[in-house]
């Protein structure tokens, strides 16, 4: 049985004996006590580009259809009721493309800096690290209230209250840092 | 081979063994809570603080093509006469203080690692909801007098006020943010000039939303709490082009304490029939008839009533706030202003749709 790991590392570097001498450097065997020392670079780079209903939704019916279609609706609707025999709170026709890059996640440590409260913090914390800025497409929603859940339904009426359009650069700097708080 | 052997037969002992208590641990866990007992559940909440934080947004102007690069407008507003109204957003910001009214934007911290920005679910019979769990969403609690900082910035030192937030030194950025807006409205083709509102090292230090559930009208309720200071809150309006500006509005040391619903006197939020958005204060319930003496006194009262009464009438918490340092328009000085102690005893708002 003690023979296994040495019968090993040979076939390993056998296999790489034409690799240089580096690569059998790097081979070299750690003892458990080096190997829970190493730490890996945690954390995770994201770029993303995200489009909702920018040509139209997947249902078509009498009220939802393609973008192009001047007669139709074509965003996204998300509708919540606050009451139980209520009416509806809408976030309506929710459409366009948003794109950011560099979005970093990443457990951090910190027990200096912000004004001294660091080092009496001393903890980890899940840090979110701002991409700087994230393109705007046209993105537009509107915010409403109806008295039923879908456009469709009988009896449908709907008060708009507002809408938002945006569009270009916007510049979000900075990182946010999530941790658990407070004594369960 | 035989030691091996007798391993394998206590290891599958083991297995088995741990199976067992592992049924009877889940059976166990498994119990129906209680309303009251649900109501203790009281988890960690999350802590958030946002580091280095800048933000920035707005509307350029059009280019020889028309195209503009950002827009940022608002709009699906009618005016009364069936207008369209648009409020183009010509700037917005969040950023460190000494920004020269979003001029010069730099880096905040806002909350502190210490005293977090919290999304909680708290015990209700902690903060007078009796038996509900209740979801909070806080900004920075505020401190003991001994500890906090001057809510006004006029202060770094501990000691000084009874806000968590810190004003920006030298050597520290600090947790109080500049934020400013500039706008202009338009309704149908009549635009306005542009408005400037801009509020130096704002502090929201114990302000608070309370959301939770009512048995009785089966609707979502709440609770909020609006605490705003600046030690300069200034606003004024300028020409479409920015080449002439109106005096300057100033309010200095500007502190809002805004209480929408309580304990008692929760606020209903719901949409009607109509779909319009309804948002409800409802009154405090009156007296039983002869609970409350002719005097008004507590000797000739029902004590547990009238000692409800007294407590709903004097409970500071319940009272919304304004005071203003100093008014000053351009160059004139108007002096201070305080409106303090309003009670919201009932309140209903609905909108309402214009459109035809």
């Known amino acids: ?184 | 081979m035989l030691r091996s052997i007798t391993g394998k037969h206590i290891w599958c002992r083991l297995l088995a063994l741990v199976a067992v208590l592992s049924h009877s641990i889940a059976r166990a866990e498994l119990e129906g809570l209680t309303e009251s007992e649900m109501s203790e559940v009281d988890g960690a909440g999350i802590g958030l603080v946002l580091e280095n934080f800048k933000f920035s947004h707005g509307t350029d102007q059009p280019d020889i093509n028309g195209q503009q690069a950002r827009i940022f407008r608002i709009s699906g507003i009618k005016s009364t006469d069936g207008r369209d109204v648009d409020i183009t957003v010509n700037h917005l910001y969040i950023a460190g203080a000494n920004s020269n009214y979003g001029e010069t934007l730099t880096p905040v911290n806002l909350g502190r690692l210490l005293n977090p920005w919290r999304i909680d679910v708290v015990d209700g019979n902690t903060i007078g909801i009796d038996d509900k769990a209740v979801l909070e969403f806080a900004a920075p609690a505020m401190m003991s007098a001994a500890e906090g900082y001057d809510c006004m910035g006029g202060s770094a030192t501990a000691g000084s006020g009874t806000c968590s937030s810190r004003p920006a030194t030298s050597s520290y950025i600090g947790e109080r943010a500049d934020i400013g807006m500039q706008m202009n409205v338009a309704v149908g083709a009549d635009r306005s000039a542009n408005i400037n509102i801009h509020a130096k090292s704002a502090v929201v230090d114990g302000s608070y939303l309370r959301l939770w559930g009512d048995d009785g009208r089966r609707q979502m309720v709440g609770q909020f709490k609006l605490n705003f200071f600046s030690p300069e809150l200034s606003i004024n309006a300028c020409s479409q082009d920015g080449s002439a500006c109106g005096s300057r509005i100033v309010m200095s040391d500007f502190a809002l304490q805004l209480a929408i619903g309580n304990e008692l006197q929760p606020v209903f939020l719901d949409v009607d029939g109509t779909g319009n958005f309804v948002v409800d204060v409802a009154a405090i319930p009156k007296p039983a008839p002869g609970s409350i003496g002719g005097d008004g006194l507590r000797g000739s009262s029902d004590s547990e009533t009238w000692d409800f009464y007294e407590a709903y009438y004097t409970n500071p918490e319940y009272r919304s706030n304004l005071s203003i340092g100093n008014f000053s328009v351009g160059n004139r000085d108007f002096g201070s202003a305080r409106v303090q102690g309003m009670l919201i005893q009932h309140l209903n708002i609905t909108t309402k749709d214009l459109a035809p």
């Open chain 1, 1 to 184: 049985m003690k023979m296994l790991p040495k019968i090993l590392f040979l076939v390993v570097v056998s296999s790489l004996a034409g690799g240089g001498r580096s690569a059998i450097a790097e081979l070299s065997l750690l003892p458990d006590e080096r190997l829970s020392e190493v730490s890996g670079q945690g954390g995770i780079y994201l770029s993303g580009d995200i489009s909702i209903n920018e040509m139209g939704g997947p249902v078509e019916n009498s009220y939802f259809g393609r973008c192009s279609d001047a007669g139709k609706k074509c965003g996204a609707r998300f509708a919540y009721r606050l009451k139980e025999t209520g009416g509806w709170m809408v976030l309506d026709e929710i459409r366009g493309n948003f794109a950011f890059e560099g979005l970093t996640l990443r457990v951090r440590n910190i027990d200096s800096g912000f004004g001294g409260d660091g080092e009496l913090f001393n903890r980890d914390v899940l840090e979110l690290g701002l991409p700087n800025t994230v393109r705007f497409n046209d993105v537009r929603f509107k915010i409403a209230s109806s008295s039923t859940a879908r456009p469709t339904d009988p009896g449908f009426q709907q008060t708009d209250i507002f809408s938002v359009e945006m569009r270009g650069e916007v510049i979000m700097e900075g990182n946010l840092l999530v941790f658990p708080t407070g004594n369960p």
